[in-house]
């Protein structure tokens, strides 16, 4: 059973990066790829970004593109995600998720294992 524990969350400064860590216990299949996903408050999660540890292909959504870094280490049991150029509507609780993914898209529905989240505030 794959359990994921997110981390790295906190206070972020406006203009300034956010980055996260998801730490992966237990085997992935192939194509079992991992997705970072936001919930701003009141708001509804939103998928940012995933990467295929199978074959490190990456996808993020267009909204977000020019601000995110997704990433595996070599061991493939950590996956990154960096968002640059924080704003104050970044703010909320960040998830890692996953499931089997083989077009590694963004809907909530293909991730079947979730992370408790992170919670980050960006703020001055």
Known sequence: QVQLVESGGGLV???GSLKLSCSISGTLLEHYGIGWFHQAPGKERVGLAAI?????????S??????????ID????TVYFQMDHAEPEDTGRYYC????????????EMYT???QGTQV???S
């Open 13 to 15: 400064h406006p203009g």
């Open 52 to 60: 295929d540890p199978s074959d490190g292909s990456t996808y993020s």
């Open 62 to 71: 267009a909204s977000v593109r020019d601000r995110v870094t997704i990433s």
């Open 74 to 77: 070599s061991t493939k049991t």
């Open 97 to 108: 998720a996953t499931g089997y993914n083989p077009a590694l898209r963004l809907w909530e």
């Open 113 to 115: 294992v979730w992370g």
């Open 121 to 123: 505030t960006v703020s």
